[in-house]
T-cell receptor
Framework: GENVEQHPSTLSVQEGDSAVIKCTYS??????FPWYKQELGKRPQLIID?????GEKKDQRIAVTLNKTAKHFSLHITETQPEDSAVYFC???????????FGIGTKLQVIP | SAVISQKPSRDICQRGTSLTIQCQVD?????MFWYRQQPGQSLTLIAT?????????ESGFVIDKFPISRPNLTFSTLTVSNMSPEDSSIYLC???????????FGPGTRLTVT
């Protein structure tokens, strides 16, 4: 089955700096890579996703990149703000109606 | 996105008892899943709830312990049976809309077993 590795497990950045979270996956059939943000006590929220036919996708201060050859994908948050503090999960699936496999999560702390 | 509700939002139960968690979605969805998330941990898939048939369980999870029903396309239940303190966790249902890759989560049920 799919195995998703995520690092770092914790990340502290100063407000305004950038944050990068990296993930690798094992199943070459995976073609859908969502990212979730989970604030304390709340449900995971889908914040951005990327499909294997795209190398990069941006949404305001958030961007994801995908390298299919190396089987890794990354989340980039620019101009971080205190409200970006949360746990971020990467995930991978073979898309459509297939189950999603999650990474262990990265606890991001943005220091004002 | 999808509007997903879960009941109860939290419960404290005694060892040896069972709890049934309900998940309701505002519109028809293709896939419904049940996850467990222990404090500070990632999301672990328990099973895929199949409409009108037996759920598909992941390794380490069995039907006798976590029976699941899905009588229609918008509703599912997960029962945690014969509970022990190790079952204390947050249980989340999740859905994938028809013709979409996007997966959304319910608000979760926080279960404490004493």
């Amino acid at each position: 089955g799919e195995n998703v590795e995520q690092h770092p497990s914790t990340l502290s950045v100063q407000e305004g700096d950038s944050a990068v979270i990296k993930c690798t996956y094992s199943d070459s059939a995976s073609n859908y890579f969502p990212w979730y943000k989970q604030e304390l006590g709340k449900r995971p929220q889908l914040i951005i996703d990327i499909r294997s036919n795209v190398g990069e996708k941006k949404d305001q201060r958030i961007a994801v990149t995908l390298n299919k050859t190396a089987k890794h994908f990354s989340l980039h948050i620019t101009e971080t703000q205190p409200e970006d503090s949360a746990v971020y999960f990467c995930a991978a699936s073979s898309g459509g109606y297939q189950k999603v496999t999650f990474g262990i999560g990265t606890k991001l702390q943005v220091i004002p | 996105s999808a509007v997903i509700s879960q009941k109860p939002s939290r419960d404290i139960c005694q060892r040896g008892t069972s709890l049934t968690i309900q998940c309701q979605v505002d519109s028809q969805v293709t896939m419904m899943f049940w996850y467990r998330q222990q404090p500070g941990q990632s999301l672990t898939l328990i099973a895929t709830a199949n409409q009108g048939s037996e759920a598909t369980y992941e390794s380490g999870f069995v039907i006798d312990k976590f029976p699941i029903s899905r009588p229609n396309l918008t509703f599912s239940t997960l029962t945690v049976s014969n509970m022990s303190p190790e079952d204390s966790s947050i249980y989340l249902c999740s859905v994938v809309r028809t013709s979409s890759y996007e997966q959304y989560f319910g608000p979760g049920t926080r279960l404490t077993v004493t």
